[in-house]
Structures are given as C-alpha cells and as structure tokens.
C-alpha cells in the first residue's frame, strides 16, 4: 500500500472521502483514515506519536510533524487505512 496512492492511481480528495476515510486537515499535508480498514498495527502510533495519538480528539494532528515525515510513516501503513495528499505552496 501507499499512502498518496490506490492501486497505483494517484489519490484525490473525491475519491478518499466517498471511500470511507476521514480527513484531518493540515498546512503542509492532509492526512486520511479509514477506520474500516484499520488493523490497528500501531506502525503511525509507533512512527510519531506527537502526530497519531489514540487518547486525544482530533487523534491525527498533521501540523505537529513536517509533512515529509508524516508521509514516511503513512507509507508504513500495512493496511492502506491512512492517506495523504500534500499540499503546493507558493
């Protein structure tokens, strides 16, 4: 799985938001979840866990990390229940 694609198609907001996920708005870096596909392996919690913290809503906080970062963990996700799309900033 990668976190800024499905099935090799470059992911959209469209098309994660009628999939199922949730966003959680950032500055740099969007990120998105979908409970229904989470097998909760804690490679986010584990990855940063100043960014996924399962005790506190919002539990993604994308401002916390630099986007690159956060990116690196969502490419751990074994599941595909996390995505992003980064931003262009001028």
């Known amino acids: ?8 198609e470059p992911v959209t907001e469209e098309t994660l938001l009628a999939g199922g996920y949730r966003k959680y708005h950032g500055e740099a870096i969007d990120v998105y979840y979908n409970k229904e596909i989470c097998i909760h392996s804690g490679n986010c919690v584990r990855g940063n866990s100043a ?6 809503r919002p539990w993604i906080m994308p401002d916390i990390g630099e986007a690159p970062q956060v990116a690196q963990v969502i490419h ?3 599941s595909g229940a996390l995505k992003f799309i980064t931003k262009e900033h001028s």
Request: aromatic share 6%.
């Open 76 to 78: 751990t996700c074994p």
């Open 51 to 56: 960014v996924f913290e399962v005790g506190r």
């Open 1 to 8: 799985m990668d976190g800024h694609t499905v099935a090799v």
